[in-house]
Protein backbone atom coordinates (compact mmCIF):
# COMPACT_ATOMS: atom_id res chain seq x y z
CA UNK A 1 0.00 0.00 0.00
CA UNK A 2 0.80 3.49 -0.59
CA UNK A 3 -0.65 6.96 0.32
CA UNK A 4 -3.62 4.65 1.48
CA UNK A 5 -3.98 3.08 -2.11
CA UNK A 6 -3.97 -0.91 -2.14
CA UNK A 7 -1.83 -2.68 -4.78
CA UNK A 8 -2.42 -5.87 -6.74
CA UNK A 9 0.13 -7.07 -8.68
CA UNK A 10 -0.09 -9.30 -11.58
CA UNK A 11 2.20 -11.89 -13.57
CA UNK A 12 0.87 -13.26 -16.70
CA UNK A 13 2.04 -16.48 -17.72
CA UNK A 14 0.66 -18.85 -20.35
CA UNK A 15 1.35 -22.33 -20.92
CA UNK A 16 1.80 -21.81 -24.98
CA UNK A 17 4.54 -19.91 -26.66
CA UNK A 18 6.00 -20.48 -30.11
CA UNK A 19 9.04 -18.37 -29.98
CA UNK A 20 10.27 -19.99 -26.64
CA UNK A 21 7.92 -23.23 -25.80
CA UNK A 22 7.41 -23.65 -21.94
CA UNK A 23 9.74 -20.56 -21.74
CA UNK A 24 8.09 -19.56 -18.29
CA UNK A 25 9.44 -22.08 -16.27
CA UNK A 26 12.27 -23.33 -18.20
CA UNK A 27 15.32 -23.15 -15.41
CA UNK A 28 17.24 -19.83 -16.02
CA UNK A 29 19.96 -19.57 -13.46
CA UNK A 30 19.19 -22.06 -11.15
CA UNK A 31 15.03 -21.42 -11.29
CA UNK A 32 12.41 -21.20 -13.19
CA UNK A 33 12.23 -18.02 -15.33
CA UNK A 34 8.74 -17.13 -13.86
CA UNK A 35 11.02 -17.76 -10.28
CA UNK A 36 12.96 -14.61 -10.95
CA UNK A 37 9.51 -12.40 -10.74
CA UNK A 38 7.66 -14.00 -7.89
CA UNK A 39 10.75 -13.22 -5.65
CA UNK A 40 11.56 -9.57 -7.15
CA UNK A 41 7.27 -8.97 -6.47
CA UNK A 42 7.12 -11.12 -3.13
CA UNK A 43 9.98 -8.38 -1.35
CA UNK A 44 8.04 -5.16 -3.14
CA UNK A 45 7.23 -2.96 0.28
CA UNK A 46 3.99 -1.35 -1.55
CA UNK A 47 2.30 -4.60 -3.34
CA UNK A 48 -0.59 -5.89 -1.49
CA UNK A 49 -1.29 -9.12 -3.24
CA UNK A 50 0.48 -10.95 -5.96
CA UNK A 51 -0.92 -13.34 -7.99
CA UNK A 52 -0.13 -15.37 -11.24
CA UNK A 53 -2.91 -15.78 -13.74
CA UNK A 54 -2.29 -18.87 -16.07
CA UNK A 55 -4.22 -21.62 -17.40
CA UNK A 56 -1.71 -23.56 -17.49
CA UNK A 57 -1.56 -26.20 -14.53
CA UNK A 58 2.81 -27.04 -14.57
CA UNK A 59 3.02 -23.22 -14.51
CA UNK A 60 0.20 -22.95 -11.19
CA UNK A 61 2.10 -25.32 -9.69
CA UNK A 62 5.61 -23.83 -10.14
CA UNK A 63 4.00 -20.82 -9.06
CA UNK A 64 2.74 -22.01 -6.03
CA UNK A 65 6.64 -23.44 -5.40
CA UNK A 66 7.94 -20.22 -5.16
CA UNK A 67 5.16 -18.58 -3.29
CA UNK A 68 2.73 -16.80 -5.47
CA UNK A 69 -0.85 -16.79 -4.99
CA UNK A 70 -3.29 -18.49 -7.70
CA UNK A 71 -6.82 -17.20 -6.72
CA UNK A 72 -7.93 -18.44 -10.03
CA UNK A 73 -7.65 -20.31 -13.09
CA UNK A 74 -7.41 -18.42 -16.38
CA UNK A 75 -10.02 -19.15 -18.71
CA UNK A 76 -8.45 -21.07 -21.86
CA UNK A 77 -9.99 -18.18 -24.12
CA UNK A 78 -7.75 -15.34 -22.55
CA UNK A 79 -4.63 -17.21 -23.19
CA UNK A 80 -4.80 -17.88 -27.05
CA UNK A 81 -2.09 -16.54 -29.43
CA UNK A 82 -4.79 -14.13 -30.61
CA UNK A 83 -5.71 -12.65 -27.04
CA UNK A 84 -4.78 -9.23 -26.55
CA UNK A 85 -1.84 -8.71 -23.88
CA UNK A 86 -4.34 -6.56 -21.46
CA UNK A 87 -6.82 -9.31 -21.36
CA UNK A 88 -5.40 -11.52 -18.37
CA UNK A 89 -5.23 -8.05 -16.45
CA UNK A 90 -8.86 -6.99 -17.15
CA UNK A 91 -9.96 -10.49 -16.10
CA UNK A 92 -8.08 -9.72 -12.95
CA UNK A 93 -9.49 -7.26 -11.95
CA UNK A 94 -12.80 -8.08 -12.45
CA UNK A 95 -12.20 -11.33 -10.16
CA UNK A 96 -10.07 -9.20 -7.76
CA UNK A 97 -11.75 -5.84 -7.10
CA UNK A 98 -11.33 -3.17 -4.37
CA UNK A 99 -7.79 -2.78 -5.87
CA UNK A 100 -6.77 1.56 -6.43
CA UNK A 101 -3.59 0.52 -8.20
CA UNK A 102 -2.41 -2.70 -10.87
CA UNK A 103 0.98 -3.58 -11.52
CA UNK A 104 1.81 -5.71 -14.40
CA UNK A 105 4.80 -7.70 -13.97
CA UNK A 106 5.72 -9.79 -17.12
CA UNK A 107 7.73 -13.04 -15.88
CA UNK A 108 10.02 -12.35 -19.31
CA UNK A 109 12.13 -9.55 -17.26
CA UNK A 110 14.14 -11.82 -14.89
CA UNK A 111 16.84 -8.96 -14.12
CA UNK A 112 14.22 -6.31 -13.14
CA UNK A 113 14.77 -5.98 -9.41
CA UNK A 114 12.61 -4.98 -6.59
CA UNK A 115 13.85 -1.76 -6.22
CA UNK A 116 12.61 -0.85 -10.07
CA UNK A 117 9.12 -2.13 -9.35
CA UNK A 118 9.06 -0.06 -6.09
CA UNK A 119 9.99 3.33 -8.25
CA UNK A 120 7.58 2.67 -10.56
CA UNK A 121 5.09 3.07 -8.08
CA UNK A 122 6.68 5.72 -6.61
CA UNK A 123 6.93 7.91 -9.89
CA UNK A 124 3.20 7.22 -10.44
CA UNK A 125 2.67 8.72 -7.23
CA UNK A 126 4.77 11.78 -7.27
CA UNK A 127 4.08 12.33 -11.12
CA UNK A 128 0.30 12.65 -10.58
CA UNK A 129 -1.04 11.02 -13.27
CA UNK A 130 -2.43 8.05 -13.79
CA UNK A 131 -0.02 5.62 -15.09
CA UNK A 132 4.30 4.52 -15.31
CA UNK A 133 6.18 2.40 -16.99
CA UNK A 134 9.38 1.17 -17.13
CA UNK A 135 11.71 2.41 -20.46
CA UNK A 136 15.26 1.95 -20.94
CA UNK A 137 17.43 4.04 -23.45
CA UNK A 138 18.11 3.01 -26.63
CA UNK A 139 21.41 3.37 -28.94
CA UNK A 140 18.95 2.11 -32.14
CA UNK A 141 17.61 5.58 -33.43
CA UNK A 142 14.67 6.80 -35.43
CA UNK A 143 16.55 9.28 -36.66
CA UNK A 144 18.71 6.93 -38.88
CA UNK A 145 15.44 4.70 -39.65
CA UNK A 146 14.17 4.51 -43.12
CA UNK A 147 11.07 2.67 -44.92
CA UNK A 148 11.87 1.48 -48.60
CA UNK A 149 9.63 2.52 -50.88
CA UNK A 150 8.49 0.01 -53.79
CA UNK A 151 11.20 1.27 -56.00
CA UNK A 152 13.70 0.29 -53.55
CA UNK A 153 14.27 4.04 -52.77
CA UNK A 154 14.99 5.08 -48.63
CA UNK A 155 12.32 7.25 -47.25
CA UNK A 156 13.31 8.59 -43.50
CA UNK A 157 11.15 7.93 -40.89
CA UNK A 158 11.67 11.52 -39.37
CA UNK A 159 11.80 13.94 -41.97
CA UNK A 160 12.78 17.16 -39.47
CA UNK A 161 15.69 18.78 -41.56
CA UNK A 162 17.01 20.49 -37.88
CA UNK A 163 18.55 17.01 -36.30
CA UNK A 164 21.90 16.47 -36.63
CA UNK A 165 24.00 13.55 -38.22
CA UNK A 166 26.58 13.50 -35.59
CA UNK A 167 25.19 10.76 -32.68
CA UNK A 168 26.43 13.52 -30.07
CA UNK A 169 23.98 15.82 -31.27
CA UNK A 170 21.13 13.91 -31.26
CA UNK A 171 18.54 13.57 -28.45
CA UNK A 172 18.37 10.85 -25.97
CA UNK A 173 15.67 7.94 -26.92
CA UNK A 174 13.86 5.70 -24.37
CA UNK A 175 12.23 2.12 -25.59
CA UNK A 176 9.52 0.13 -23.20
CA UNK A 177 11.57 -2.59 -21.20
CA UNK A 178 8.76 -5.00 -20.80
CA UNK A 179 9.49 -4.91 -17.09
CA UNK A 180 7.24 -2.59 -14.88
CA UNK A 181 3.73 -1.31 -16.05
CA UNK A 182 2.05 0.45 -13.15
CA UNK A 183 -1.67 2.36 -13.41
CA UNK A 184 -4.58 3.68 -11.44
CA UNK A 185 -7.19 0.84 -11.73
CA UNK A 186 -10.22 3.02 -12.52
CA UNK A 187 -8.24 4.78 -15.27
CA UNK A 188 -6.72 1.94 -16.94
CA UNK A 189 -10.48 0.02 -17.15
CA UNK A 190 -11.32 2.91 -18.74
CA UNK A 191 -8.70 3.61 -21.36
CA UNK A 192 -8.11 0.41 -21.80
CA UNK A 193 -4.15 0.79 -22.00
CA UNK A 194 -1.10 1.56 -19.98
CA UNK A 195 0.58 3.80 -22.64
CA UNK A 196 -1.38 7.18 -23.20
CA UNK A 197 -0.05 10.80 -23.52
CA UNK A 198 -0.81 10.55 -19.36
CA UNK A 199 1.81 8.02 -18.46
CA UNK A 200 5.09 9.06 -17.28
CA UNK A 201 8.19 7.15 -17.76
CA UNK A 202 10.83 5.54 -14.98
CA UNK A 203 14.24 4.86 -16.67
CA UNK A 204 15.83 1.59 -16.10
CA UNK A 205 19.63 0.91 -16.98
CA UNK A 206 20.04 -1.47 -19.83
CA UNK A 207 21.67 -4.22 -17.76
CA UNK A 208 18.52 -4.94 -16.38
CA UNK A 209 16.23 -4.19 -19.70
CA UNK A 210 16.43 -7.97 -20.81
CA UNK A 211 12.86 -8.93 -22.32
CA UNK A 212 13.42 -12.62 -23.22
CA UNK A 213 11.34 -13.65 -26.49
CA UNK A 214 13.91 -15.38 -28.20
CA UNK A 215 16.52 -18.43 -27.69
CA UNK A 216 19.09 -16.25 -27.91
CA UNK A 217 17.09 -13.55 -24.98
CA UNK A 218 16.93 -16.42 -23.11
CA UNK A 219 20.56 -18.06 -23.37
CA UNK A 220 21.79 -13.90 -23.18
CA UNK A 221 20.47 -13.50 -19.70
CA UNK A 222 21.43 -16.70 -18.77
CA UNK A 223 25.24 -15.56 -19.29
CA UNK A 224 24.49 -12.39 -17.46
CA UNK A 225 23.26 -13.82 -14.53
CA UNK A 226 25.91 -16.42 -14.19
CA UNK A 227 27.82 -14.04 -15.19
CA UNK A 228 27.18 -11.71 -12.19
Same mark, same amino acid.
Given at each position: ????????????????????????????????????????? #???????????????? !????? %??????????????????? !???????????? #??? $????????? *???????? @????? %???? *??????????????? @? !??? $????? @?? *?? +??????????? /?????? *???????????????? !?? /??? +? #??? +??? @?????????????????????????????????
Amino acid at each position: MINNKKILAIIPARGGSKGLPRKNIRELAGKPLIAWTIEAG #RKSKYIDRLIVSSEDF !EIIEV %AKKYGAEIPFVRPKHLAED !ESLGLDPVFHAL #REL $PGYDIVVLL *QPTSPLRL @TEDID %ACIE *QLIDSGGPACVSMTE @T !EIL $PYWMY @TL *QD +SGLMKPIITKK /EIGIRR *QDLPPVYILNGAVYVA !ET /EWL +S #RVK +SFI @TEETSAFIMPNNRSYDIDTEEDFLLCEWKMNKD
